[in-house]
C-alpha cells in the first residue's frame, strides 16, 4: 500500500513538474514570438527612414509592407503576453497595447496610401515620426526593466 501511495504521490509530482515546464515553455514561445514582431517593427521603420533620406519609394514601400505585416492580429497574437509584463495592472497594459496598436494601423494605412501618391515625403516623415512615438510610449510602460 504504501509503495503504491509513493508511486501515485510520485506520478503526481511528475505531472505538475511537467506542467510548470509547460507553462514556462509557452512563455518563452510568446516572448519569442512578440520580439520576432518587434524587430519586424524596427525593420519596417528603419526602411521607412532610409527610404525618405535616399528619396527612395520603392525602400519606404517595402518599409510599409514589413509594418503592415507585422501589424496584422497584433492584439490576438500578443495581447496576453504584453499582459504579463505588467502583472500589477494588465487593464492598463491592455488598454495601452490596443491604444498603439490602433494608431499605428492609422498611420500605417496613411503611409500606404500616401507613399503611392506623392513626391513629398513630409506626411510619411510625420506618420513615420508618429508610430516611432507609439514604439516609445509602450517600451516606457510595458518594457520590463526601462528607465524605472
Ligand atoms: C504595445 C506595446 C509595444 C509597442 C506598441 C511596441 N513595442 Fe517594442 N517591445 C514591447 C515589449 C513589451 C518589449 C520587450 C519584450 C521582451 O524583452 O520581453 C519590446 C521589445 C522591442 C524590441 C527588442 C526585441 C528583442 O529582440 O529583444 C524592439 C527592437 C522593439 N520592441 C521595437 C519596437 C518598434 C520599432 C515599435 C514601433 C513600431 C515597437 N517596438 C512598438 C512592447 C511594445
Redesign the pocket.
Known amino acids: 500500500m504504501k509503495k503504491v501511495l509513493g508511486i501515485i504521490i510520485a506520478s503526481i509530482m511528475a505531472v505538475s513538474a511537467s506542467s510548470a515546464e509547460e507553462v514556462i515553455d509557452n512563455d518563452l514561445a510568446s ?1 519569442a514570438r ?6 519586424k ?2 525593420t ?2 528603419d526602411q521607412i527612414q532610409k527610404g525618405i533620406i535616399y528619396n527612395d519609394r520603392d525602400k519606404i514601400e517595402m518599409g510599409v509592407r514589413v ?1 503592415r505585416q ?2 496584422k492580429n ?1 492584439l490576438k497574437r ?1 495581447g496576453e ?2 499582459k504579463k ?1 505588467k502583472p500589477g495592472d494588465p487593464k492598463m ?1 491592455m488598454y ?2 490596443k491604444k ?2 490602433e494608431r ?1 494601423r492609422k498611420l500605417v494605412k496613411m503611409m500606404s496610401a500616401e507613399v503611392h501618391n506623392t513626391h513629398d515625403f513630409s506626411k510619411i516623415a510625420a506618420a513615420y515620426t508618429g ?2 512615438n ?6 516606457q ?4 526593466n526601462y528607465a524605472k
Open positions: 516572448t512578440l520580439k520576432n514582431t518587434m524587430r517593427f524596427a519596417g521603420l509594418l507585422a501589424r497584433f500578443h503576453t504584453l509584463q497594459a495601452m497595447a498603439s496598436a499605428i508610430i516611432f507609439q514604439c516609445v510610449a509602450c517600451h510602460k510595458l518594457r520590463k
